[in-house]
């Protein structure tokens, strides 16, 4: 069967998603859980919901998928360990160091690949299946048709987002938030960059083509395409920050779908709690241009009438569809808006009414005009049916007894539930009826009262032999016997540990360091082969997502899991900076897999550098052969939404250079020919007055996008002058330029 998988940032959350029908819940503990600003789980409210969950044969899976510093991975490695003490089912990770102590150091417990980890294909879901993972869950970009391909050649558990927010970046792959805010997405902290306002500026004309939130998406939903998502073994709705309501109203729809029992009117309660407007999403094929709503970025609503008449500071709104006194609305005036609850709703005739059908009349002190578009946000009745369903229980199980009631022995229960068995022995001994024996129906009118249990009664086995039991008897029996279920339905689960295997030691020699170079066109590469640099990455990178593994002769750059599957085997190769490489052991892990070099993550600062170069030495007895980035515009996301082409700019973006701008400045965006698009930080990361101090990195690497040819080999003669000691002063520009993390710590 299909598992729904639903979200709780808190116990209350847990308890609305499991009363509405959810197979499985993730949530996030207080630490690497990807949601810092929700209210997450300590060990004893996890506890709590492990065993509120279990009762009731739903899963929970912890999220840790945030990346691990080095500092951090021994109090990671802990919490590990006391998930599986607790009994999660699994744990979805980004980080391979998590992924890698998950799977050589537990049976039960199991290894999830979180959506951070940008896997969008076979190759990669083949490796992580390799590797020892028990699911995948597969980038929001990936189309359905894939999906299900992925699922038949990988023979592998997948998990897909069905609903809810979607990040405009692949997932993992955004730094703006860490470059522009010092909060880092990849750690739980996103500051939401992709949800503020942006002016598109056009370059080449210095025209600026307006300004709106032209990154930000709208709301996944594919409730209209259940039938075809009954084959994938989990479906996930995003939802972690979201209020208990907003979880309960988006389970029960999907419940019902999957069920084959909604029904239209079902379908648009959707729009009562919180929406951006809905997109299919890539899963279903929208068009690209499609996938955002620029002209806002928080909740919606959904239309439901126009001012059509003002007296005084009186509005008449002419509806189409209901409004309630308490419901809350916004109107939307001259692009902005005005959100207000309706405390007071009045008739034609001036007299307080609860309900209006066609018009109504409200009081706004704010000036709206004739024609302005009314949206309900918050529907108070509905608010409340579901708050009334947020601690029920959606389904009841089987409650079978044989009962064995004789004069002069004890009364022995024999009970069924939970696929458990459990035997209950009285302690007194009964006695001889005198004038009325305990009847079948007296049995089953006392083991009836379970309404505060998970158990309704089934089978009641009972052979009448002229015995009393008395009322109490059979109360305190149906109690034992509920408690005893309970608890071995709790303690069914195994929760085995393993011995990890002695790993082989991999170390490399050091060498003097030197330059690489990144370049976007054959003017850059033909500059950096004038300056001598032997190592260029050109037509040799594959990226982390959006890869047709063409033929490719020598060393590669490899952004993604699944190109370093494809190609593990005929080219050797270097990881980049996009698998998000913050520790020594993820280090080691792509070694072993046959990395040449690893390429660090733009997200450290120069002592997590020597934290992790000095964890290395210490469990290998040598160095790793490790790359850095040392200058150039920052790729801040990757995605496979196109800005010009929402802003009518198709087919001539390649003719011009566009950035968007905000108060914090410019942000230069590269047009790739699949209609892909990175985001370019505006101010250049320039560490070059670093390079005679950065030590044991082997490679530097000088990252070139919108540089001109003369640019290049200025950088290129700088850079090589700081290496060789030739260039004394200093180049940094502190108007154009950042140090990025290098001197600062991200959170």
Do not use: W
């Not at 189309?143 to 990040?167: M, N, S, T, Y």
């Not at 064995?404 to 068995?421: F, H, Q, R």
């Not at 009262?449 to 009393?468: G, H, K, P, S, W």
């Not at 320039?686 to 082997?698: K, R, V, Y």
């Amino acid at each position: 069967m299909t598992e729904l998988l639903a979200p709780a940032g808190n116990m209350e959350a847990l308890k609305a998603a499991i009363s509405n029908g959810c197979d499985a819940v993730y949530l996030g503990m207080q630490k690497f859980g990807a949601r810092a600003y929700s209210s997450n789980f300590d060990v004893e409210s996890l506890q709590e919901a492990v065993t509120y969950a279990h009762l009731r044969d739903v899963k929970i899976y912890v999220t840790m998928n945030t990346i691990v510093y080095e500092n951090e991975v021994e109090e990671m490695k802990q919490q590990i360990r006391k998930l599986n003490e607790i009994g999660v089912d699994g744990i979805i990770v980004q980080d391979l160091t998590a992924f890698n102590y998950i799977v050589n150091n537990f049976h039960d417990m199991e290894a999830h690949c979180s959506t951070q980890m940008g896997i969008d294909d076979v190759d990669g879901t083949l490796l992580f299946k390799e590797l020892g993972a028990k699911r995948v869950v597969l980038s929001r970009e990936v189309e359905i048709e894939k999906v299900k391909e992925i699922k038949r050649v990988a023979d592998i558990p997948l998990e897909i987002f069905v609903h809810g927010a979607l990040c405009v970046s692949y997932s993992g792959n955004c730094l703006m938030s860490g470059l522009t805010g010092y909060r880092c997405a990849n750690r739980g902290r996103c500051v939401g960059s992709c949800r503020k306002a942006y002016e598109l500026i056009d370059k080449t004309t210095g025209t600026s083509l307006g300004t709106s939130y032209i990154l930000s998406t709208k709301d996944l939903n594919t409730i209209d395409y259940t039938h075809d998502l009954q084959e994938i073994d989990s479906l996930k709705i995003e939802g972690r920050m979201k209020v208990p309501t907003y979880v309960a109203n988006v389970v029960s729809k999907y419940r019902m779908a999957l069920d084959h029992k909604i029904t239209t009117e079902d379908k648009e309660h959707l729009k009562k709690t919180f929406n951006r407007t809905f997109t299919k999403g890539y899963l279903f094929h929208e068009d690209r241009r499609n996938i955002t709503n620029i002209s806002r970025p928080n909740n919606f609503g959904y239309e439901i009438g126009t001012i059509s008449k003002m007296i005084k500071d009186t509005y008449e709104i002419t509806l189409t569809r209901p409004l309630n006194q308490n419901d809350t609305i916004r109107i939307s005036h001259n692009n902005e808006d005005v959100n207000l609850m309706v405390a007071k709703l009045y008739d034609k005739a001036g007299e307080l009414i609860n309900k209006a059908d066609d018009v109504c009349y409200i009081k706004i002190k704010e000036k709206m005009s004739v024609g302005d578009v009314v949206y309900k946000t918050k529907d108070y009745f509905y608010n409340k049916e579901l708050e009334a369903s947020l601690e029920k229980e959606f389904k009841r199980f089987n409650l079978d007894i044989r009962v064995y009631a004789y004069p002069d022995s004890k009364l022995v229960i024999e009970a069924e539930g939970l696929g458990c068995n459990y035997s209950y022995e009285s302690e007194e001994t009964l006695g001889e009826a005198i004038n009325n024996p305990t009847t079948k129906d007296q049995v089953i009118k006392q083991f009836s009262r379970l309404n505060d249990t998970i158990f309704e009664l089934n089978q009641v086995d009972y052979e009448e032999c002229n015995a009393f039991i008395p009322a109490k008897l059979l109360n305190a029996a149906r109690r034992d016997i509920v408690l005893g279920l309970y608890d071995l339905k709790l303690n069914s689960q195994q929760r085995r540990t393993k011995t990890a295997n002695a790993k082989e030691k991999i170390s490399f020699a050091p060498v003097t360091p030197y330059l690489t170079a990144t370049v976007t066109n054959q003017e850059q590469y033909d500059a950096c082969v004038s300056c001598g640099i032997q190592e260029i990455y050109f037509e040799n990178v594959v990226r982390r997502n959006q890869n047709d593994y063409e033929e490719k002769e020598g060393q590669l750059l490899i952004g993604g899991y699944g190109g370093i599957y494809h190609y593990r085997d005929t080219n050797p190769f270097v990881t980049d900076y996009s698998l998000n490489v913050i520790n020594a052991t993820s280090c080691y892990e792509l070694y072993k897999l046959g990395a040449k070099r690893v390429t660090l993550s733009y997200e450290l600062n120069k002592s997590q550098i020597e934290d992790l170069m000095n964890a290395y030495v210490e469990e290998n007895d040598g160095y790793p052969a490790l790359e850095m980035i040392v200058y150039g515009k920052t790729p801040l996301m990757f995605t496979k939404y196109c800005p010009m082409r929402k802003m009518n700019q198709c087919r001539i973006c390649r003719t011009k250079s566009y950035e968007l701008k905000d108060e914090q400045g410019t942000f230069p965006i590269l047009s790739h020919e699949d209609c892909t698009a990175t985001l370019l930080n505006g101010k250049t990361l320039n560490l070059l007055d670093e390079l005679p101090n950065i030590q044991g990195i082997e490679a530097l690497r000088l990252n070139f996008t919108v540089e001109s040819k003369e640019q290049v080999v200025d950088v290129i003669h700088m850079a090589a002058g700081k290496l060789n000691g030739s260039m004394n002063h200093a180049v940094f520009n502190q108007e154009t330029d950042t140090r990025g993390h290098y001197n600062k710590e991200i959170v």
